[in-house]
């Protein structure tokens, strides 16, 4: 079993930062496996940024030059900087890690932007 659990949402105006880290715990195998997910009112999830082979890394074009992943390996950590906010970033952001054949989901964070 893998449990995620995700903080550092809030309320911040447009162009303003947050970061949200999320904390790993249990069968955990490599942080590779991780990554930000995002659901806003009346859309469907979408991928936000992740871990790719080796140390590379994935982001929507949306949130591309603005939000950065990263990690901390000894704490099981994932973070998820986000920069220049903007009205549309609105949404639940959700941590994710997966292993073949099975989705984990933290229960996510609330990050609002308002112009």
């Known amino acids: 079993q893998v449990q995620l659990v995700e903080s550092g949402g809030g309320l911040v105006q447009a162009g303003g930062s947050l970061r949200l880290s999320c904390a790993a715990s249990g069968s955990v195998l490599s942080l590779n496996a991780m990554g930000w997910y995002r659901q806003a009112p009346g859309k469907q999830r979408e991928q936000v940024a992740s871990?790719?082979?080796?140390?590379?890394?994935n982001y929507a074009d949306s949130v591309k030059g603005r939000f950065t992943i990263s990690r901390d390996n000894a704490k099981n950590t994932v973070f998820l900087q986000m920069d220049s906010l903007k009205p549309e970033d609105t949404a639940v952001y959700y941590c994710n890690y997966k292993v073949p054949f099975r989705d984990y989901w933290g229960q996510g964070t609330q990050v609002t932007v308002s112009s």
């Open positions: 871990f790719t082979r080796g140390s590379n890394t």
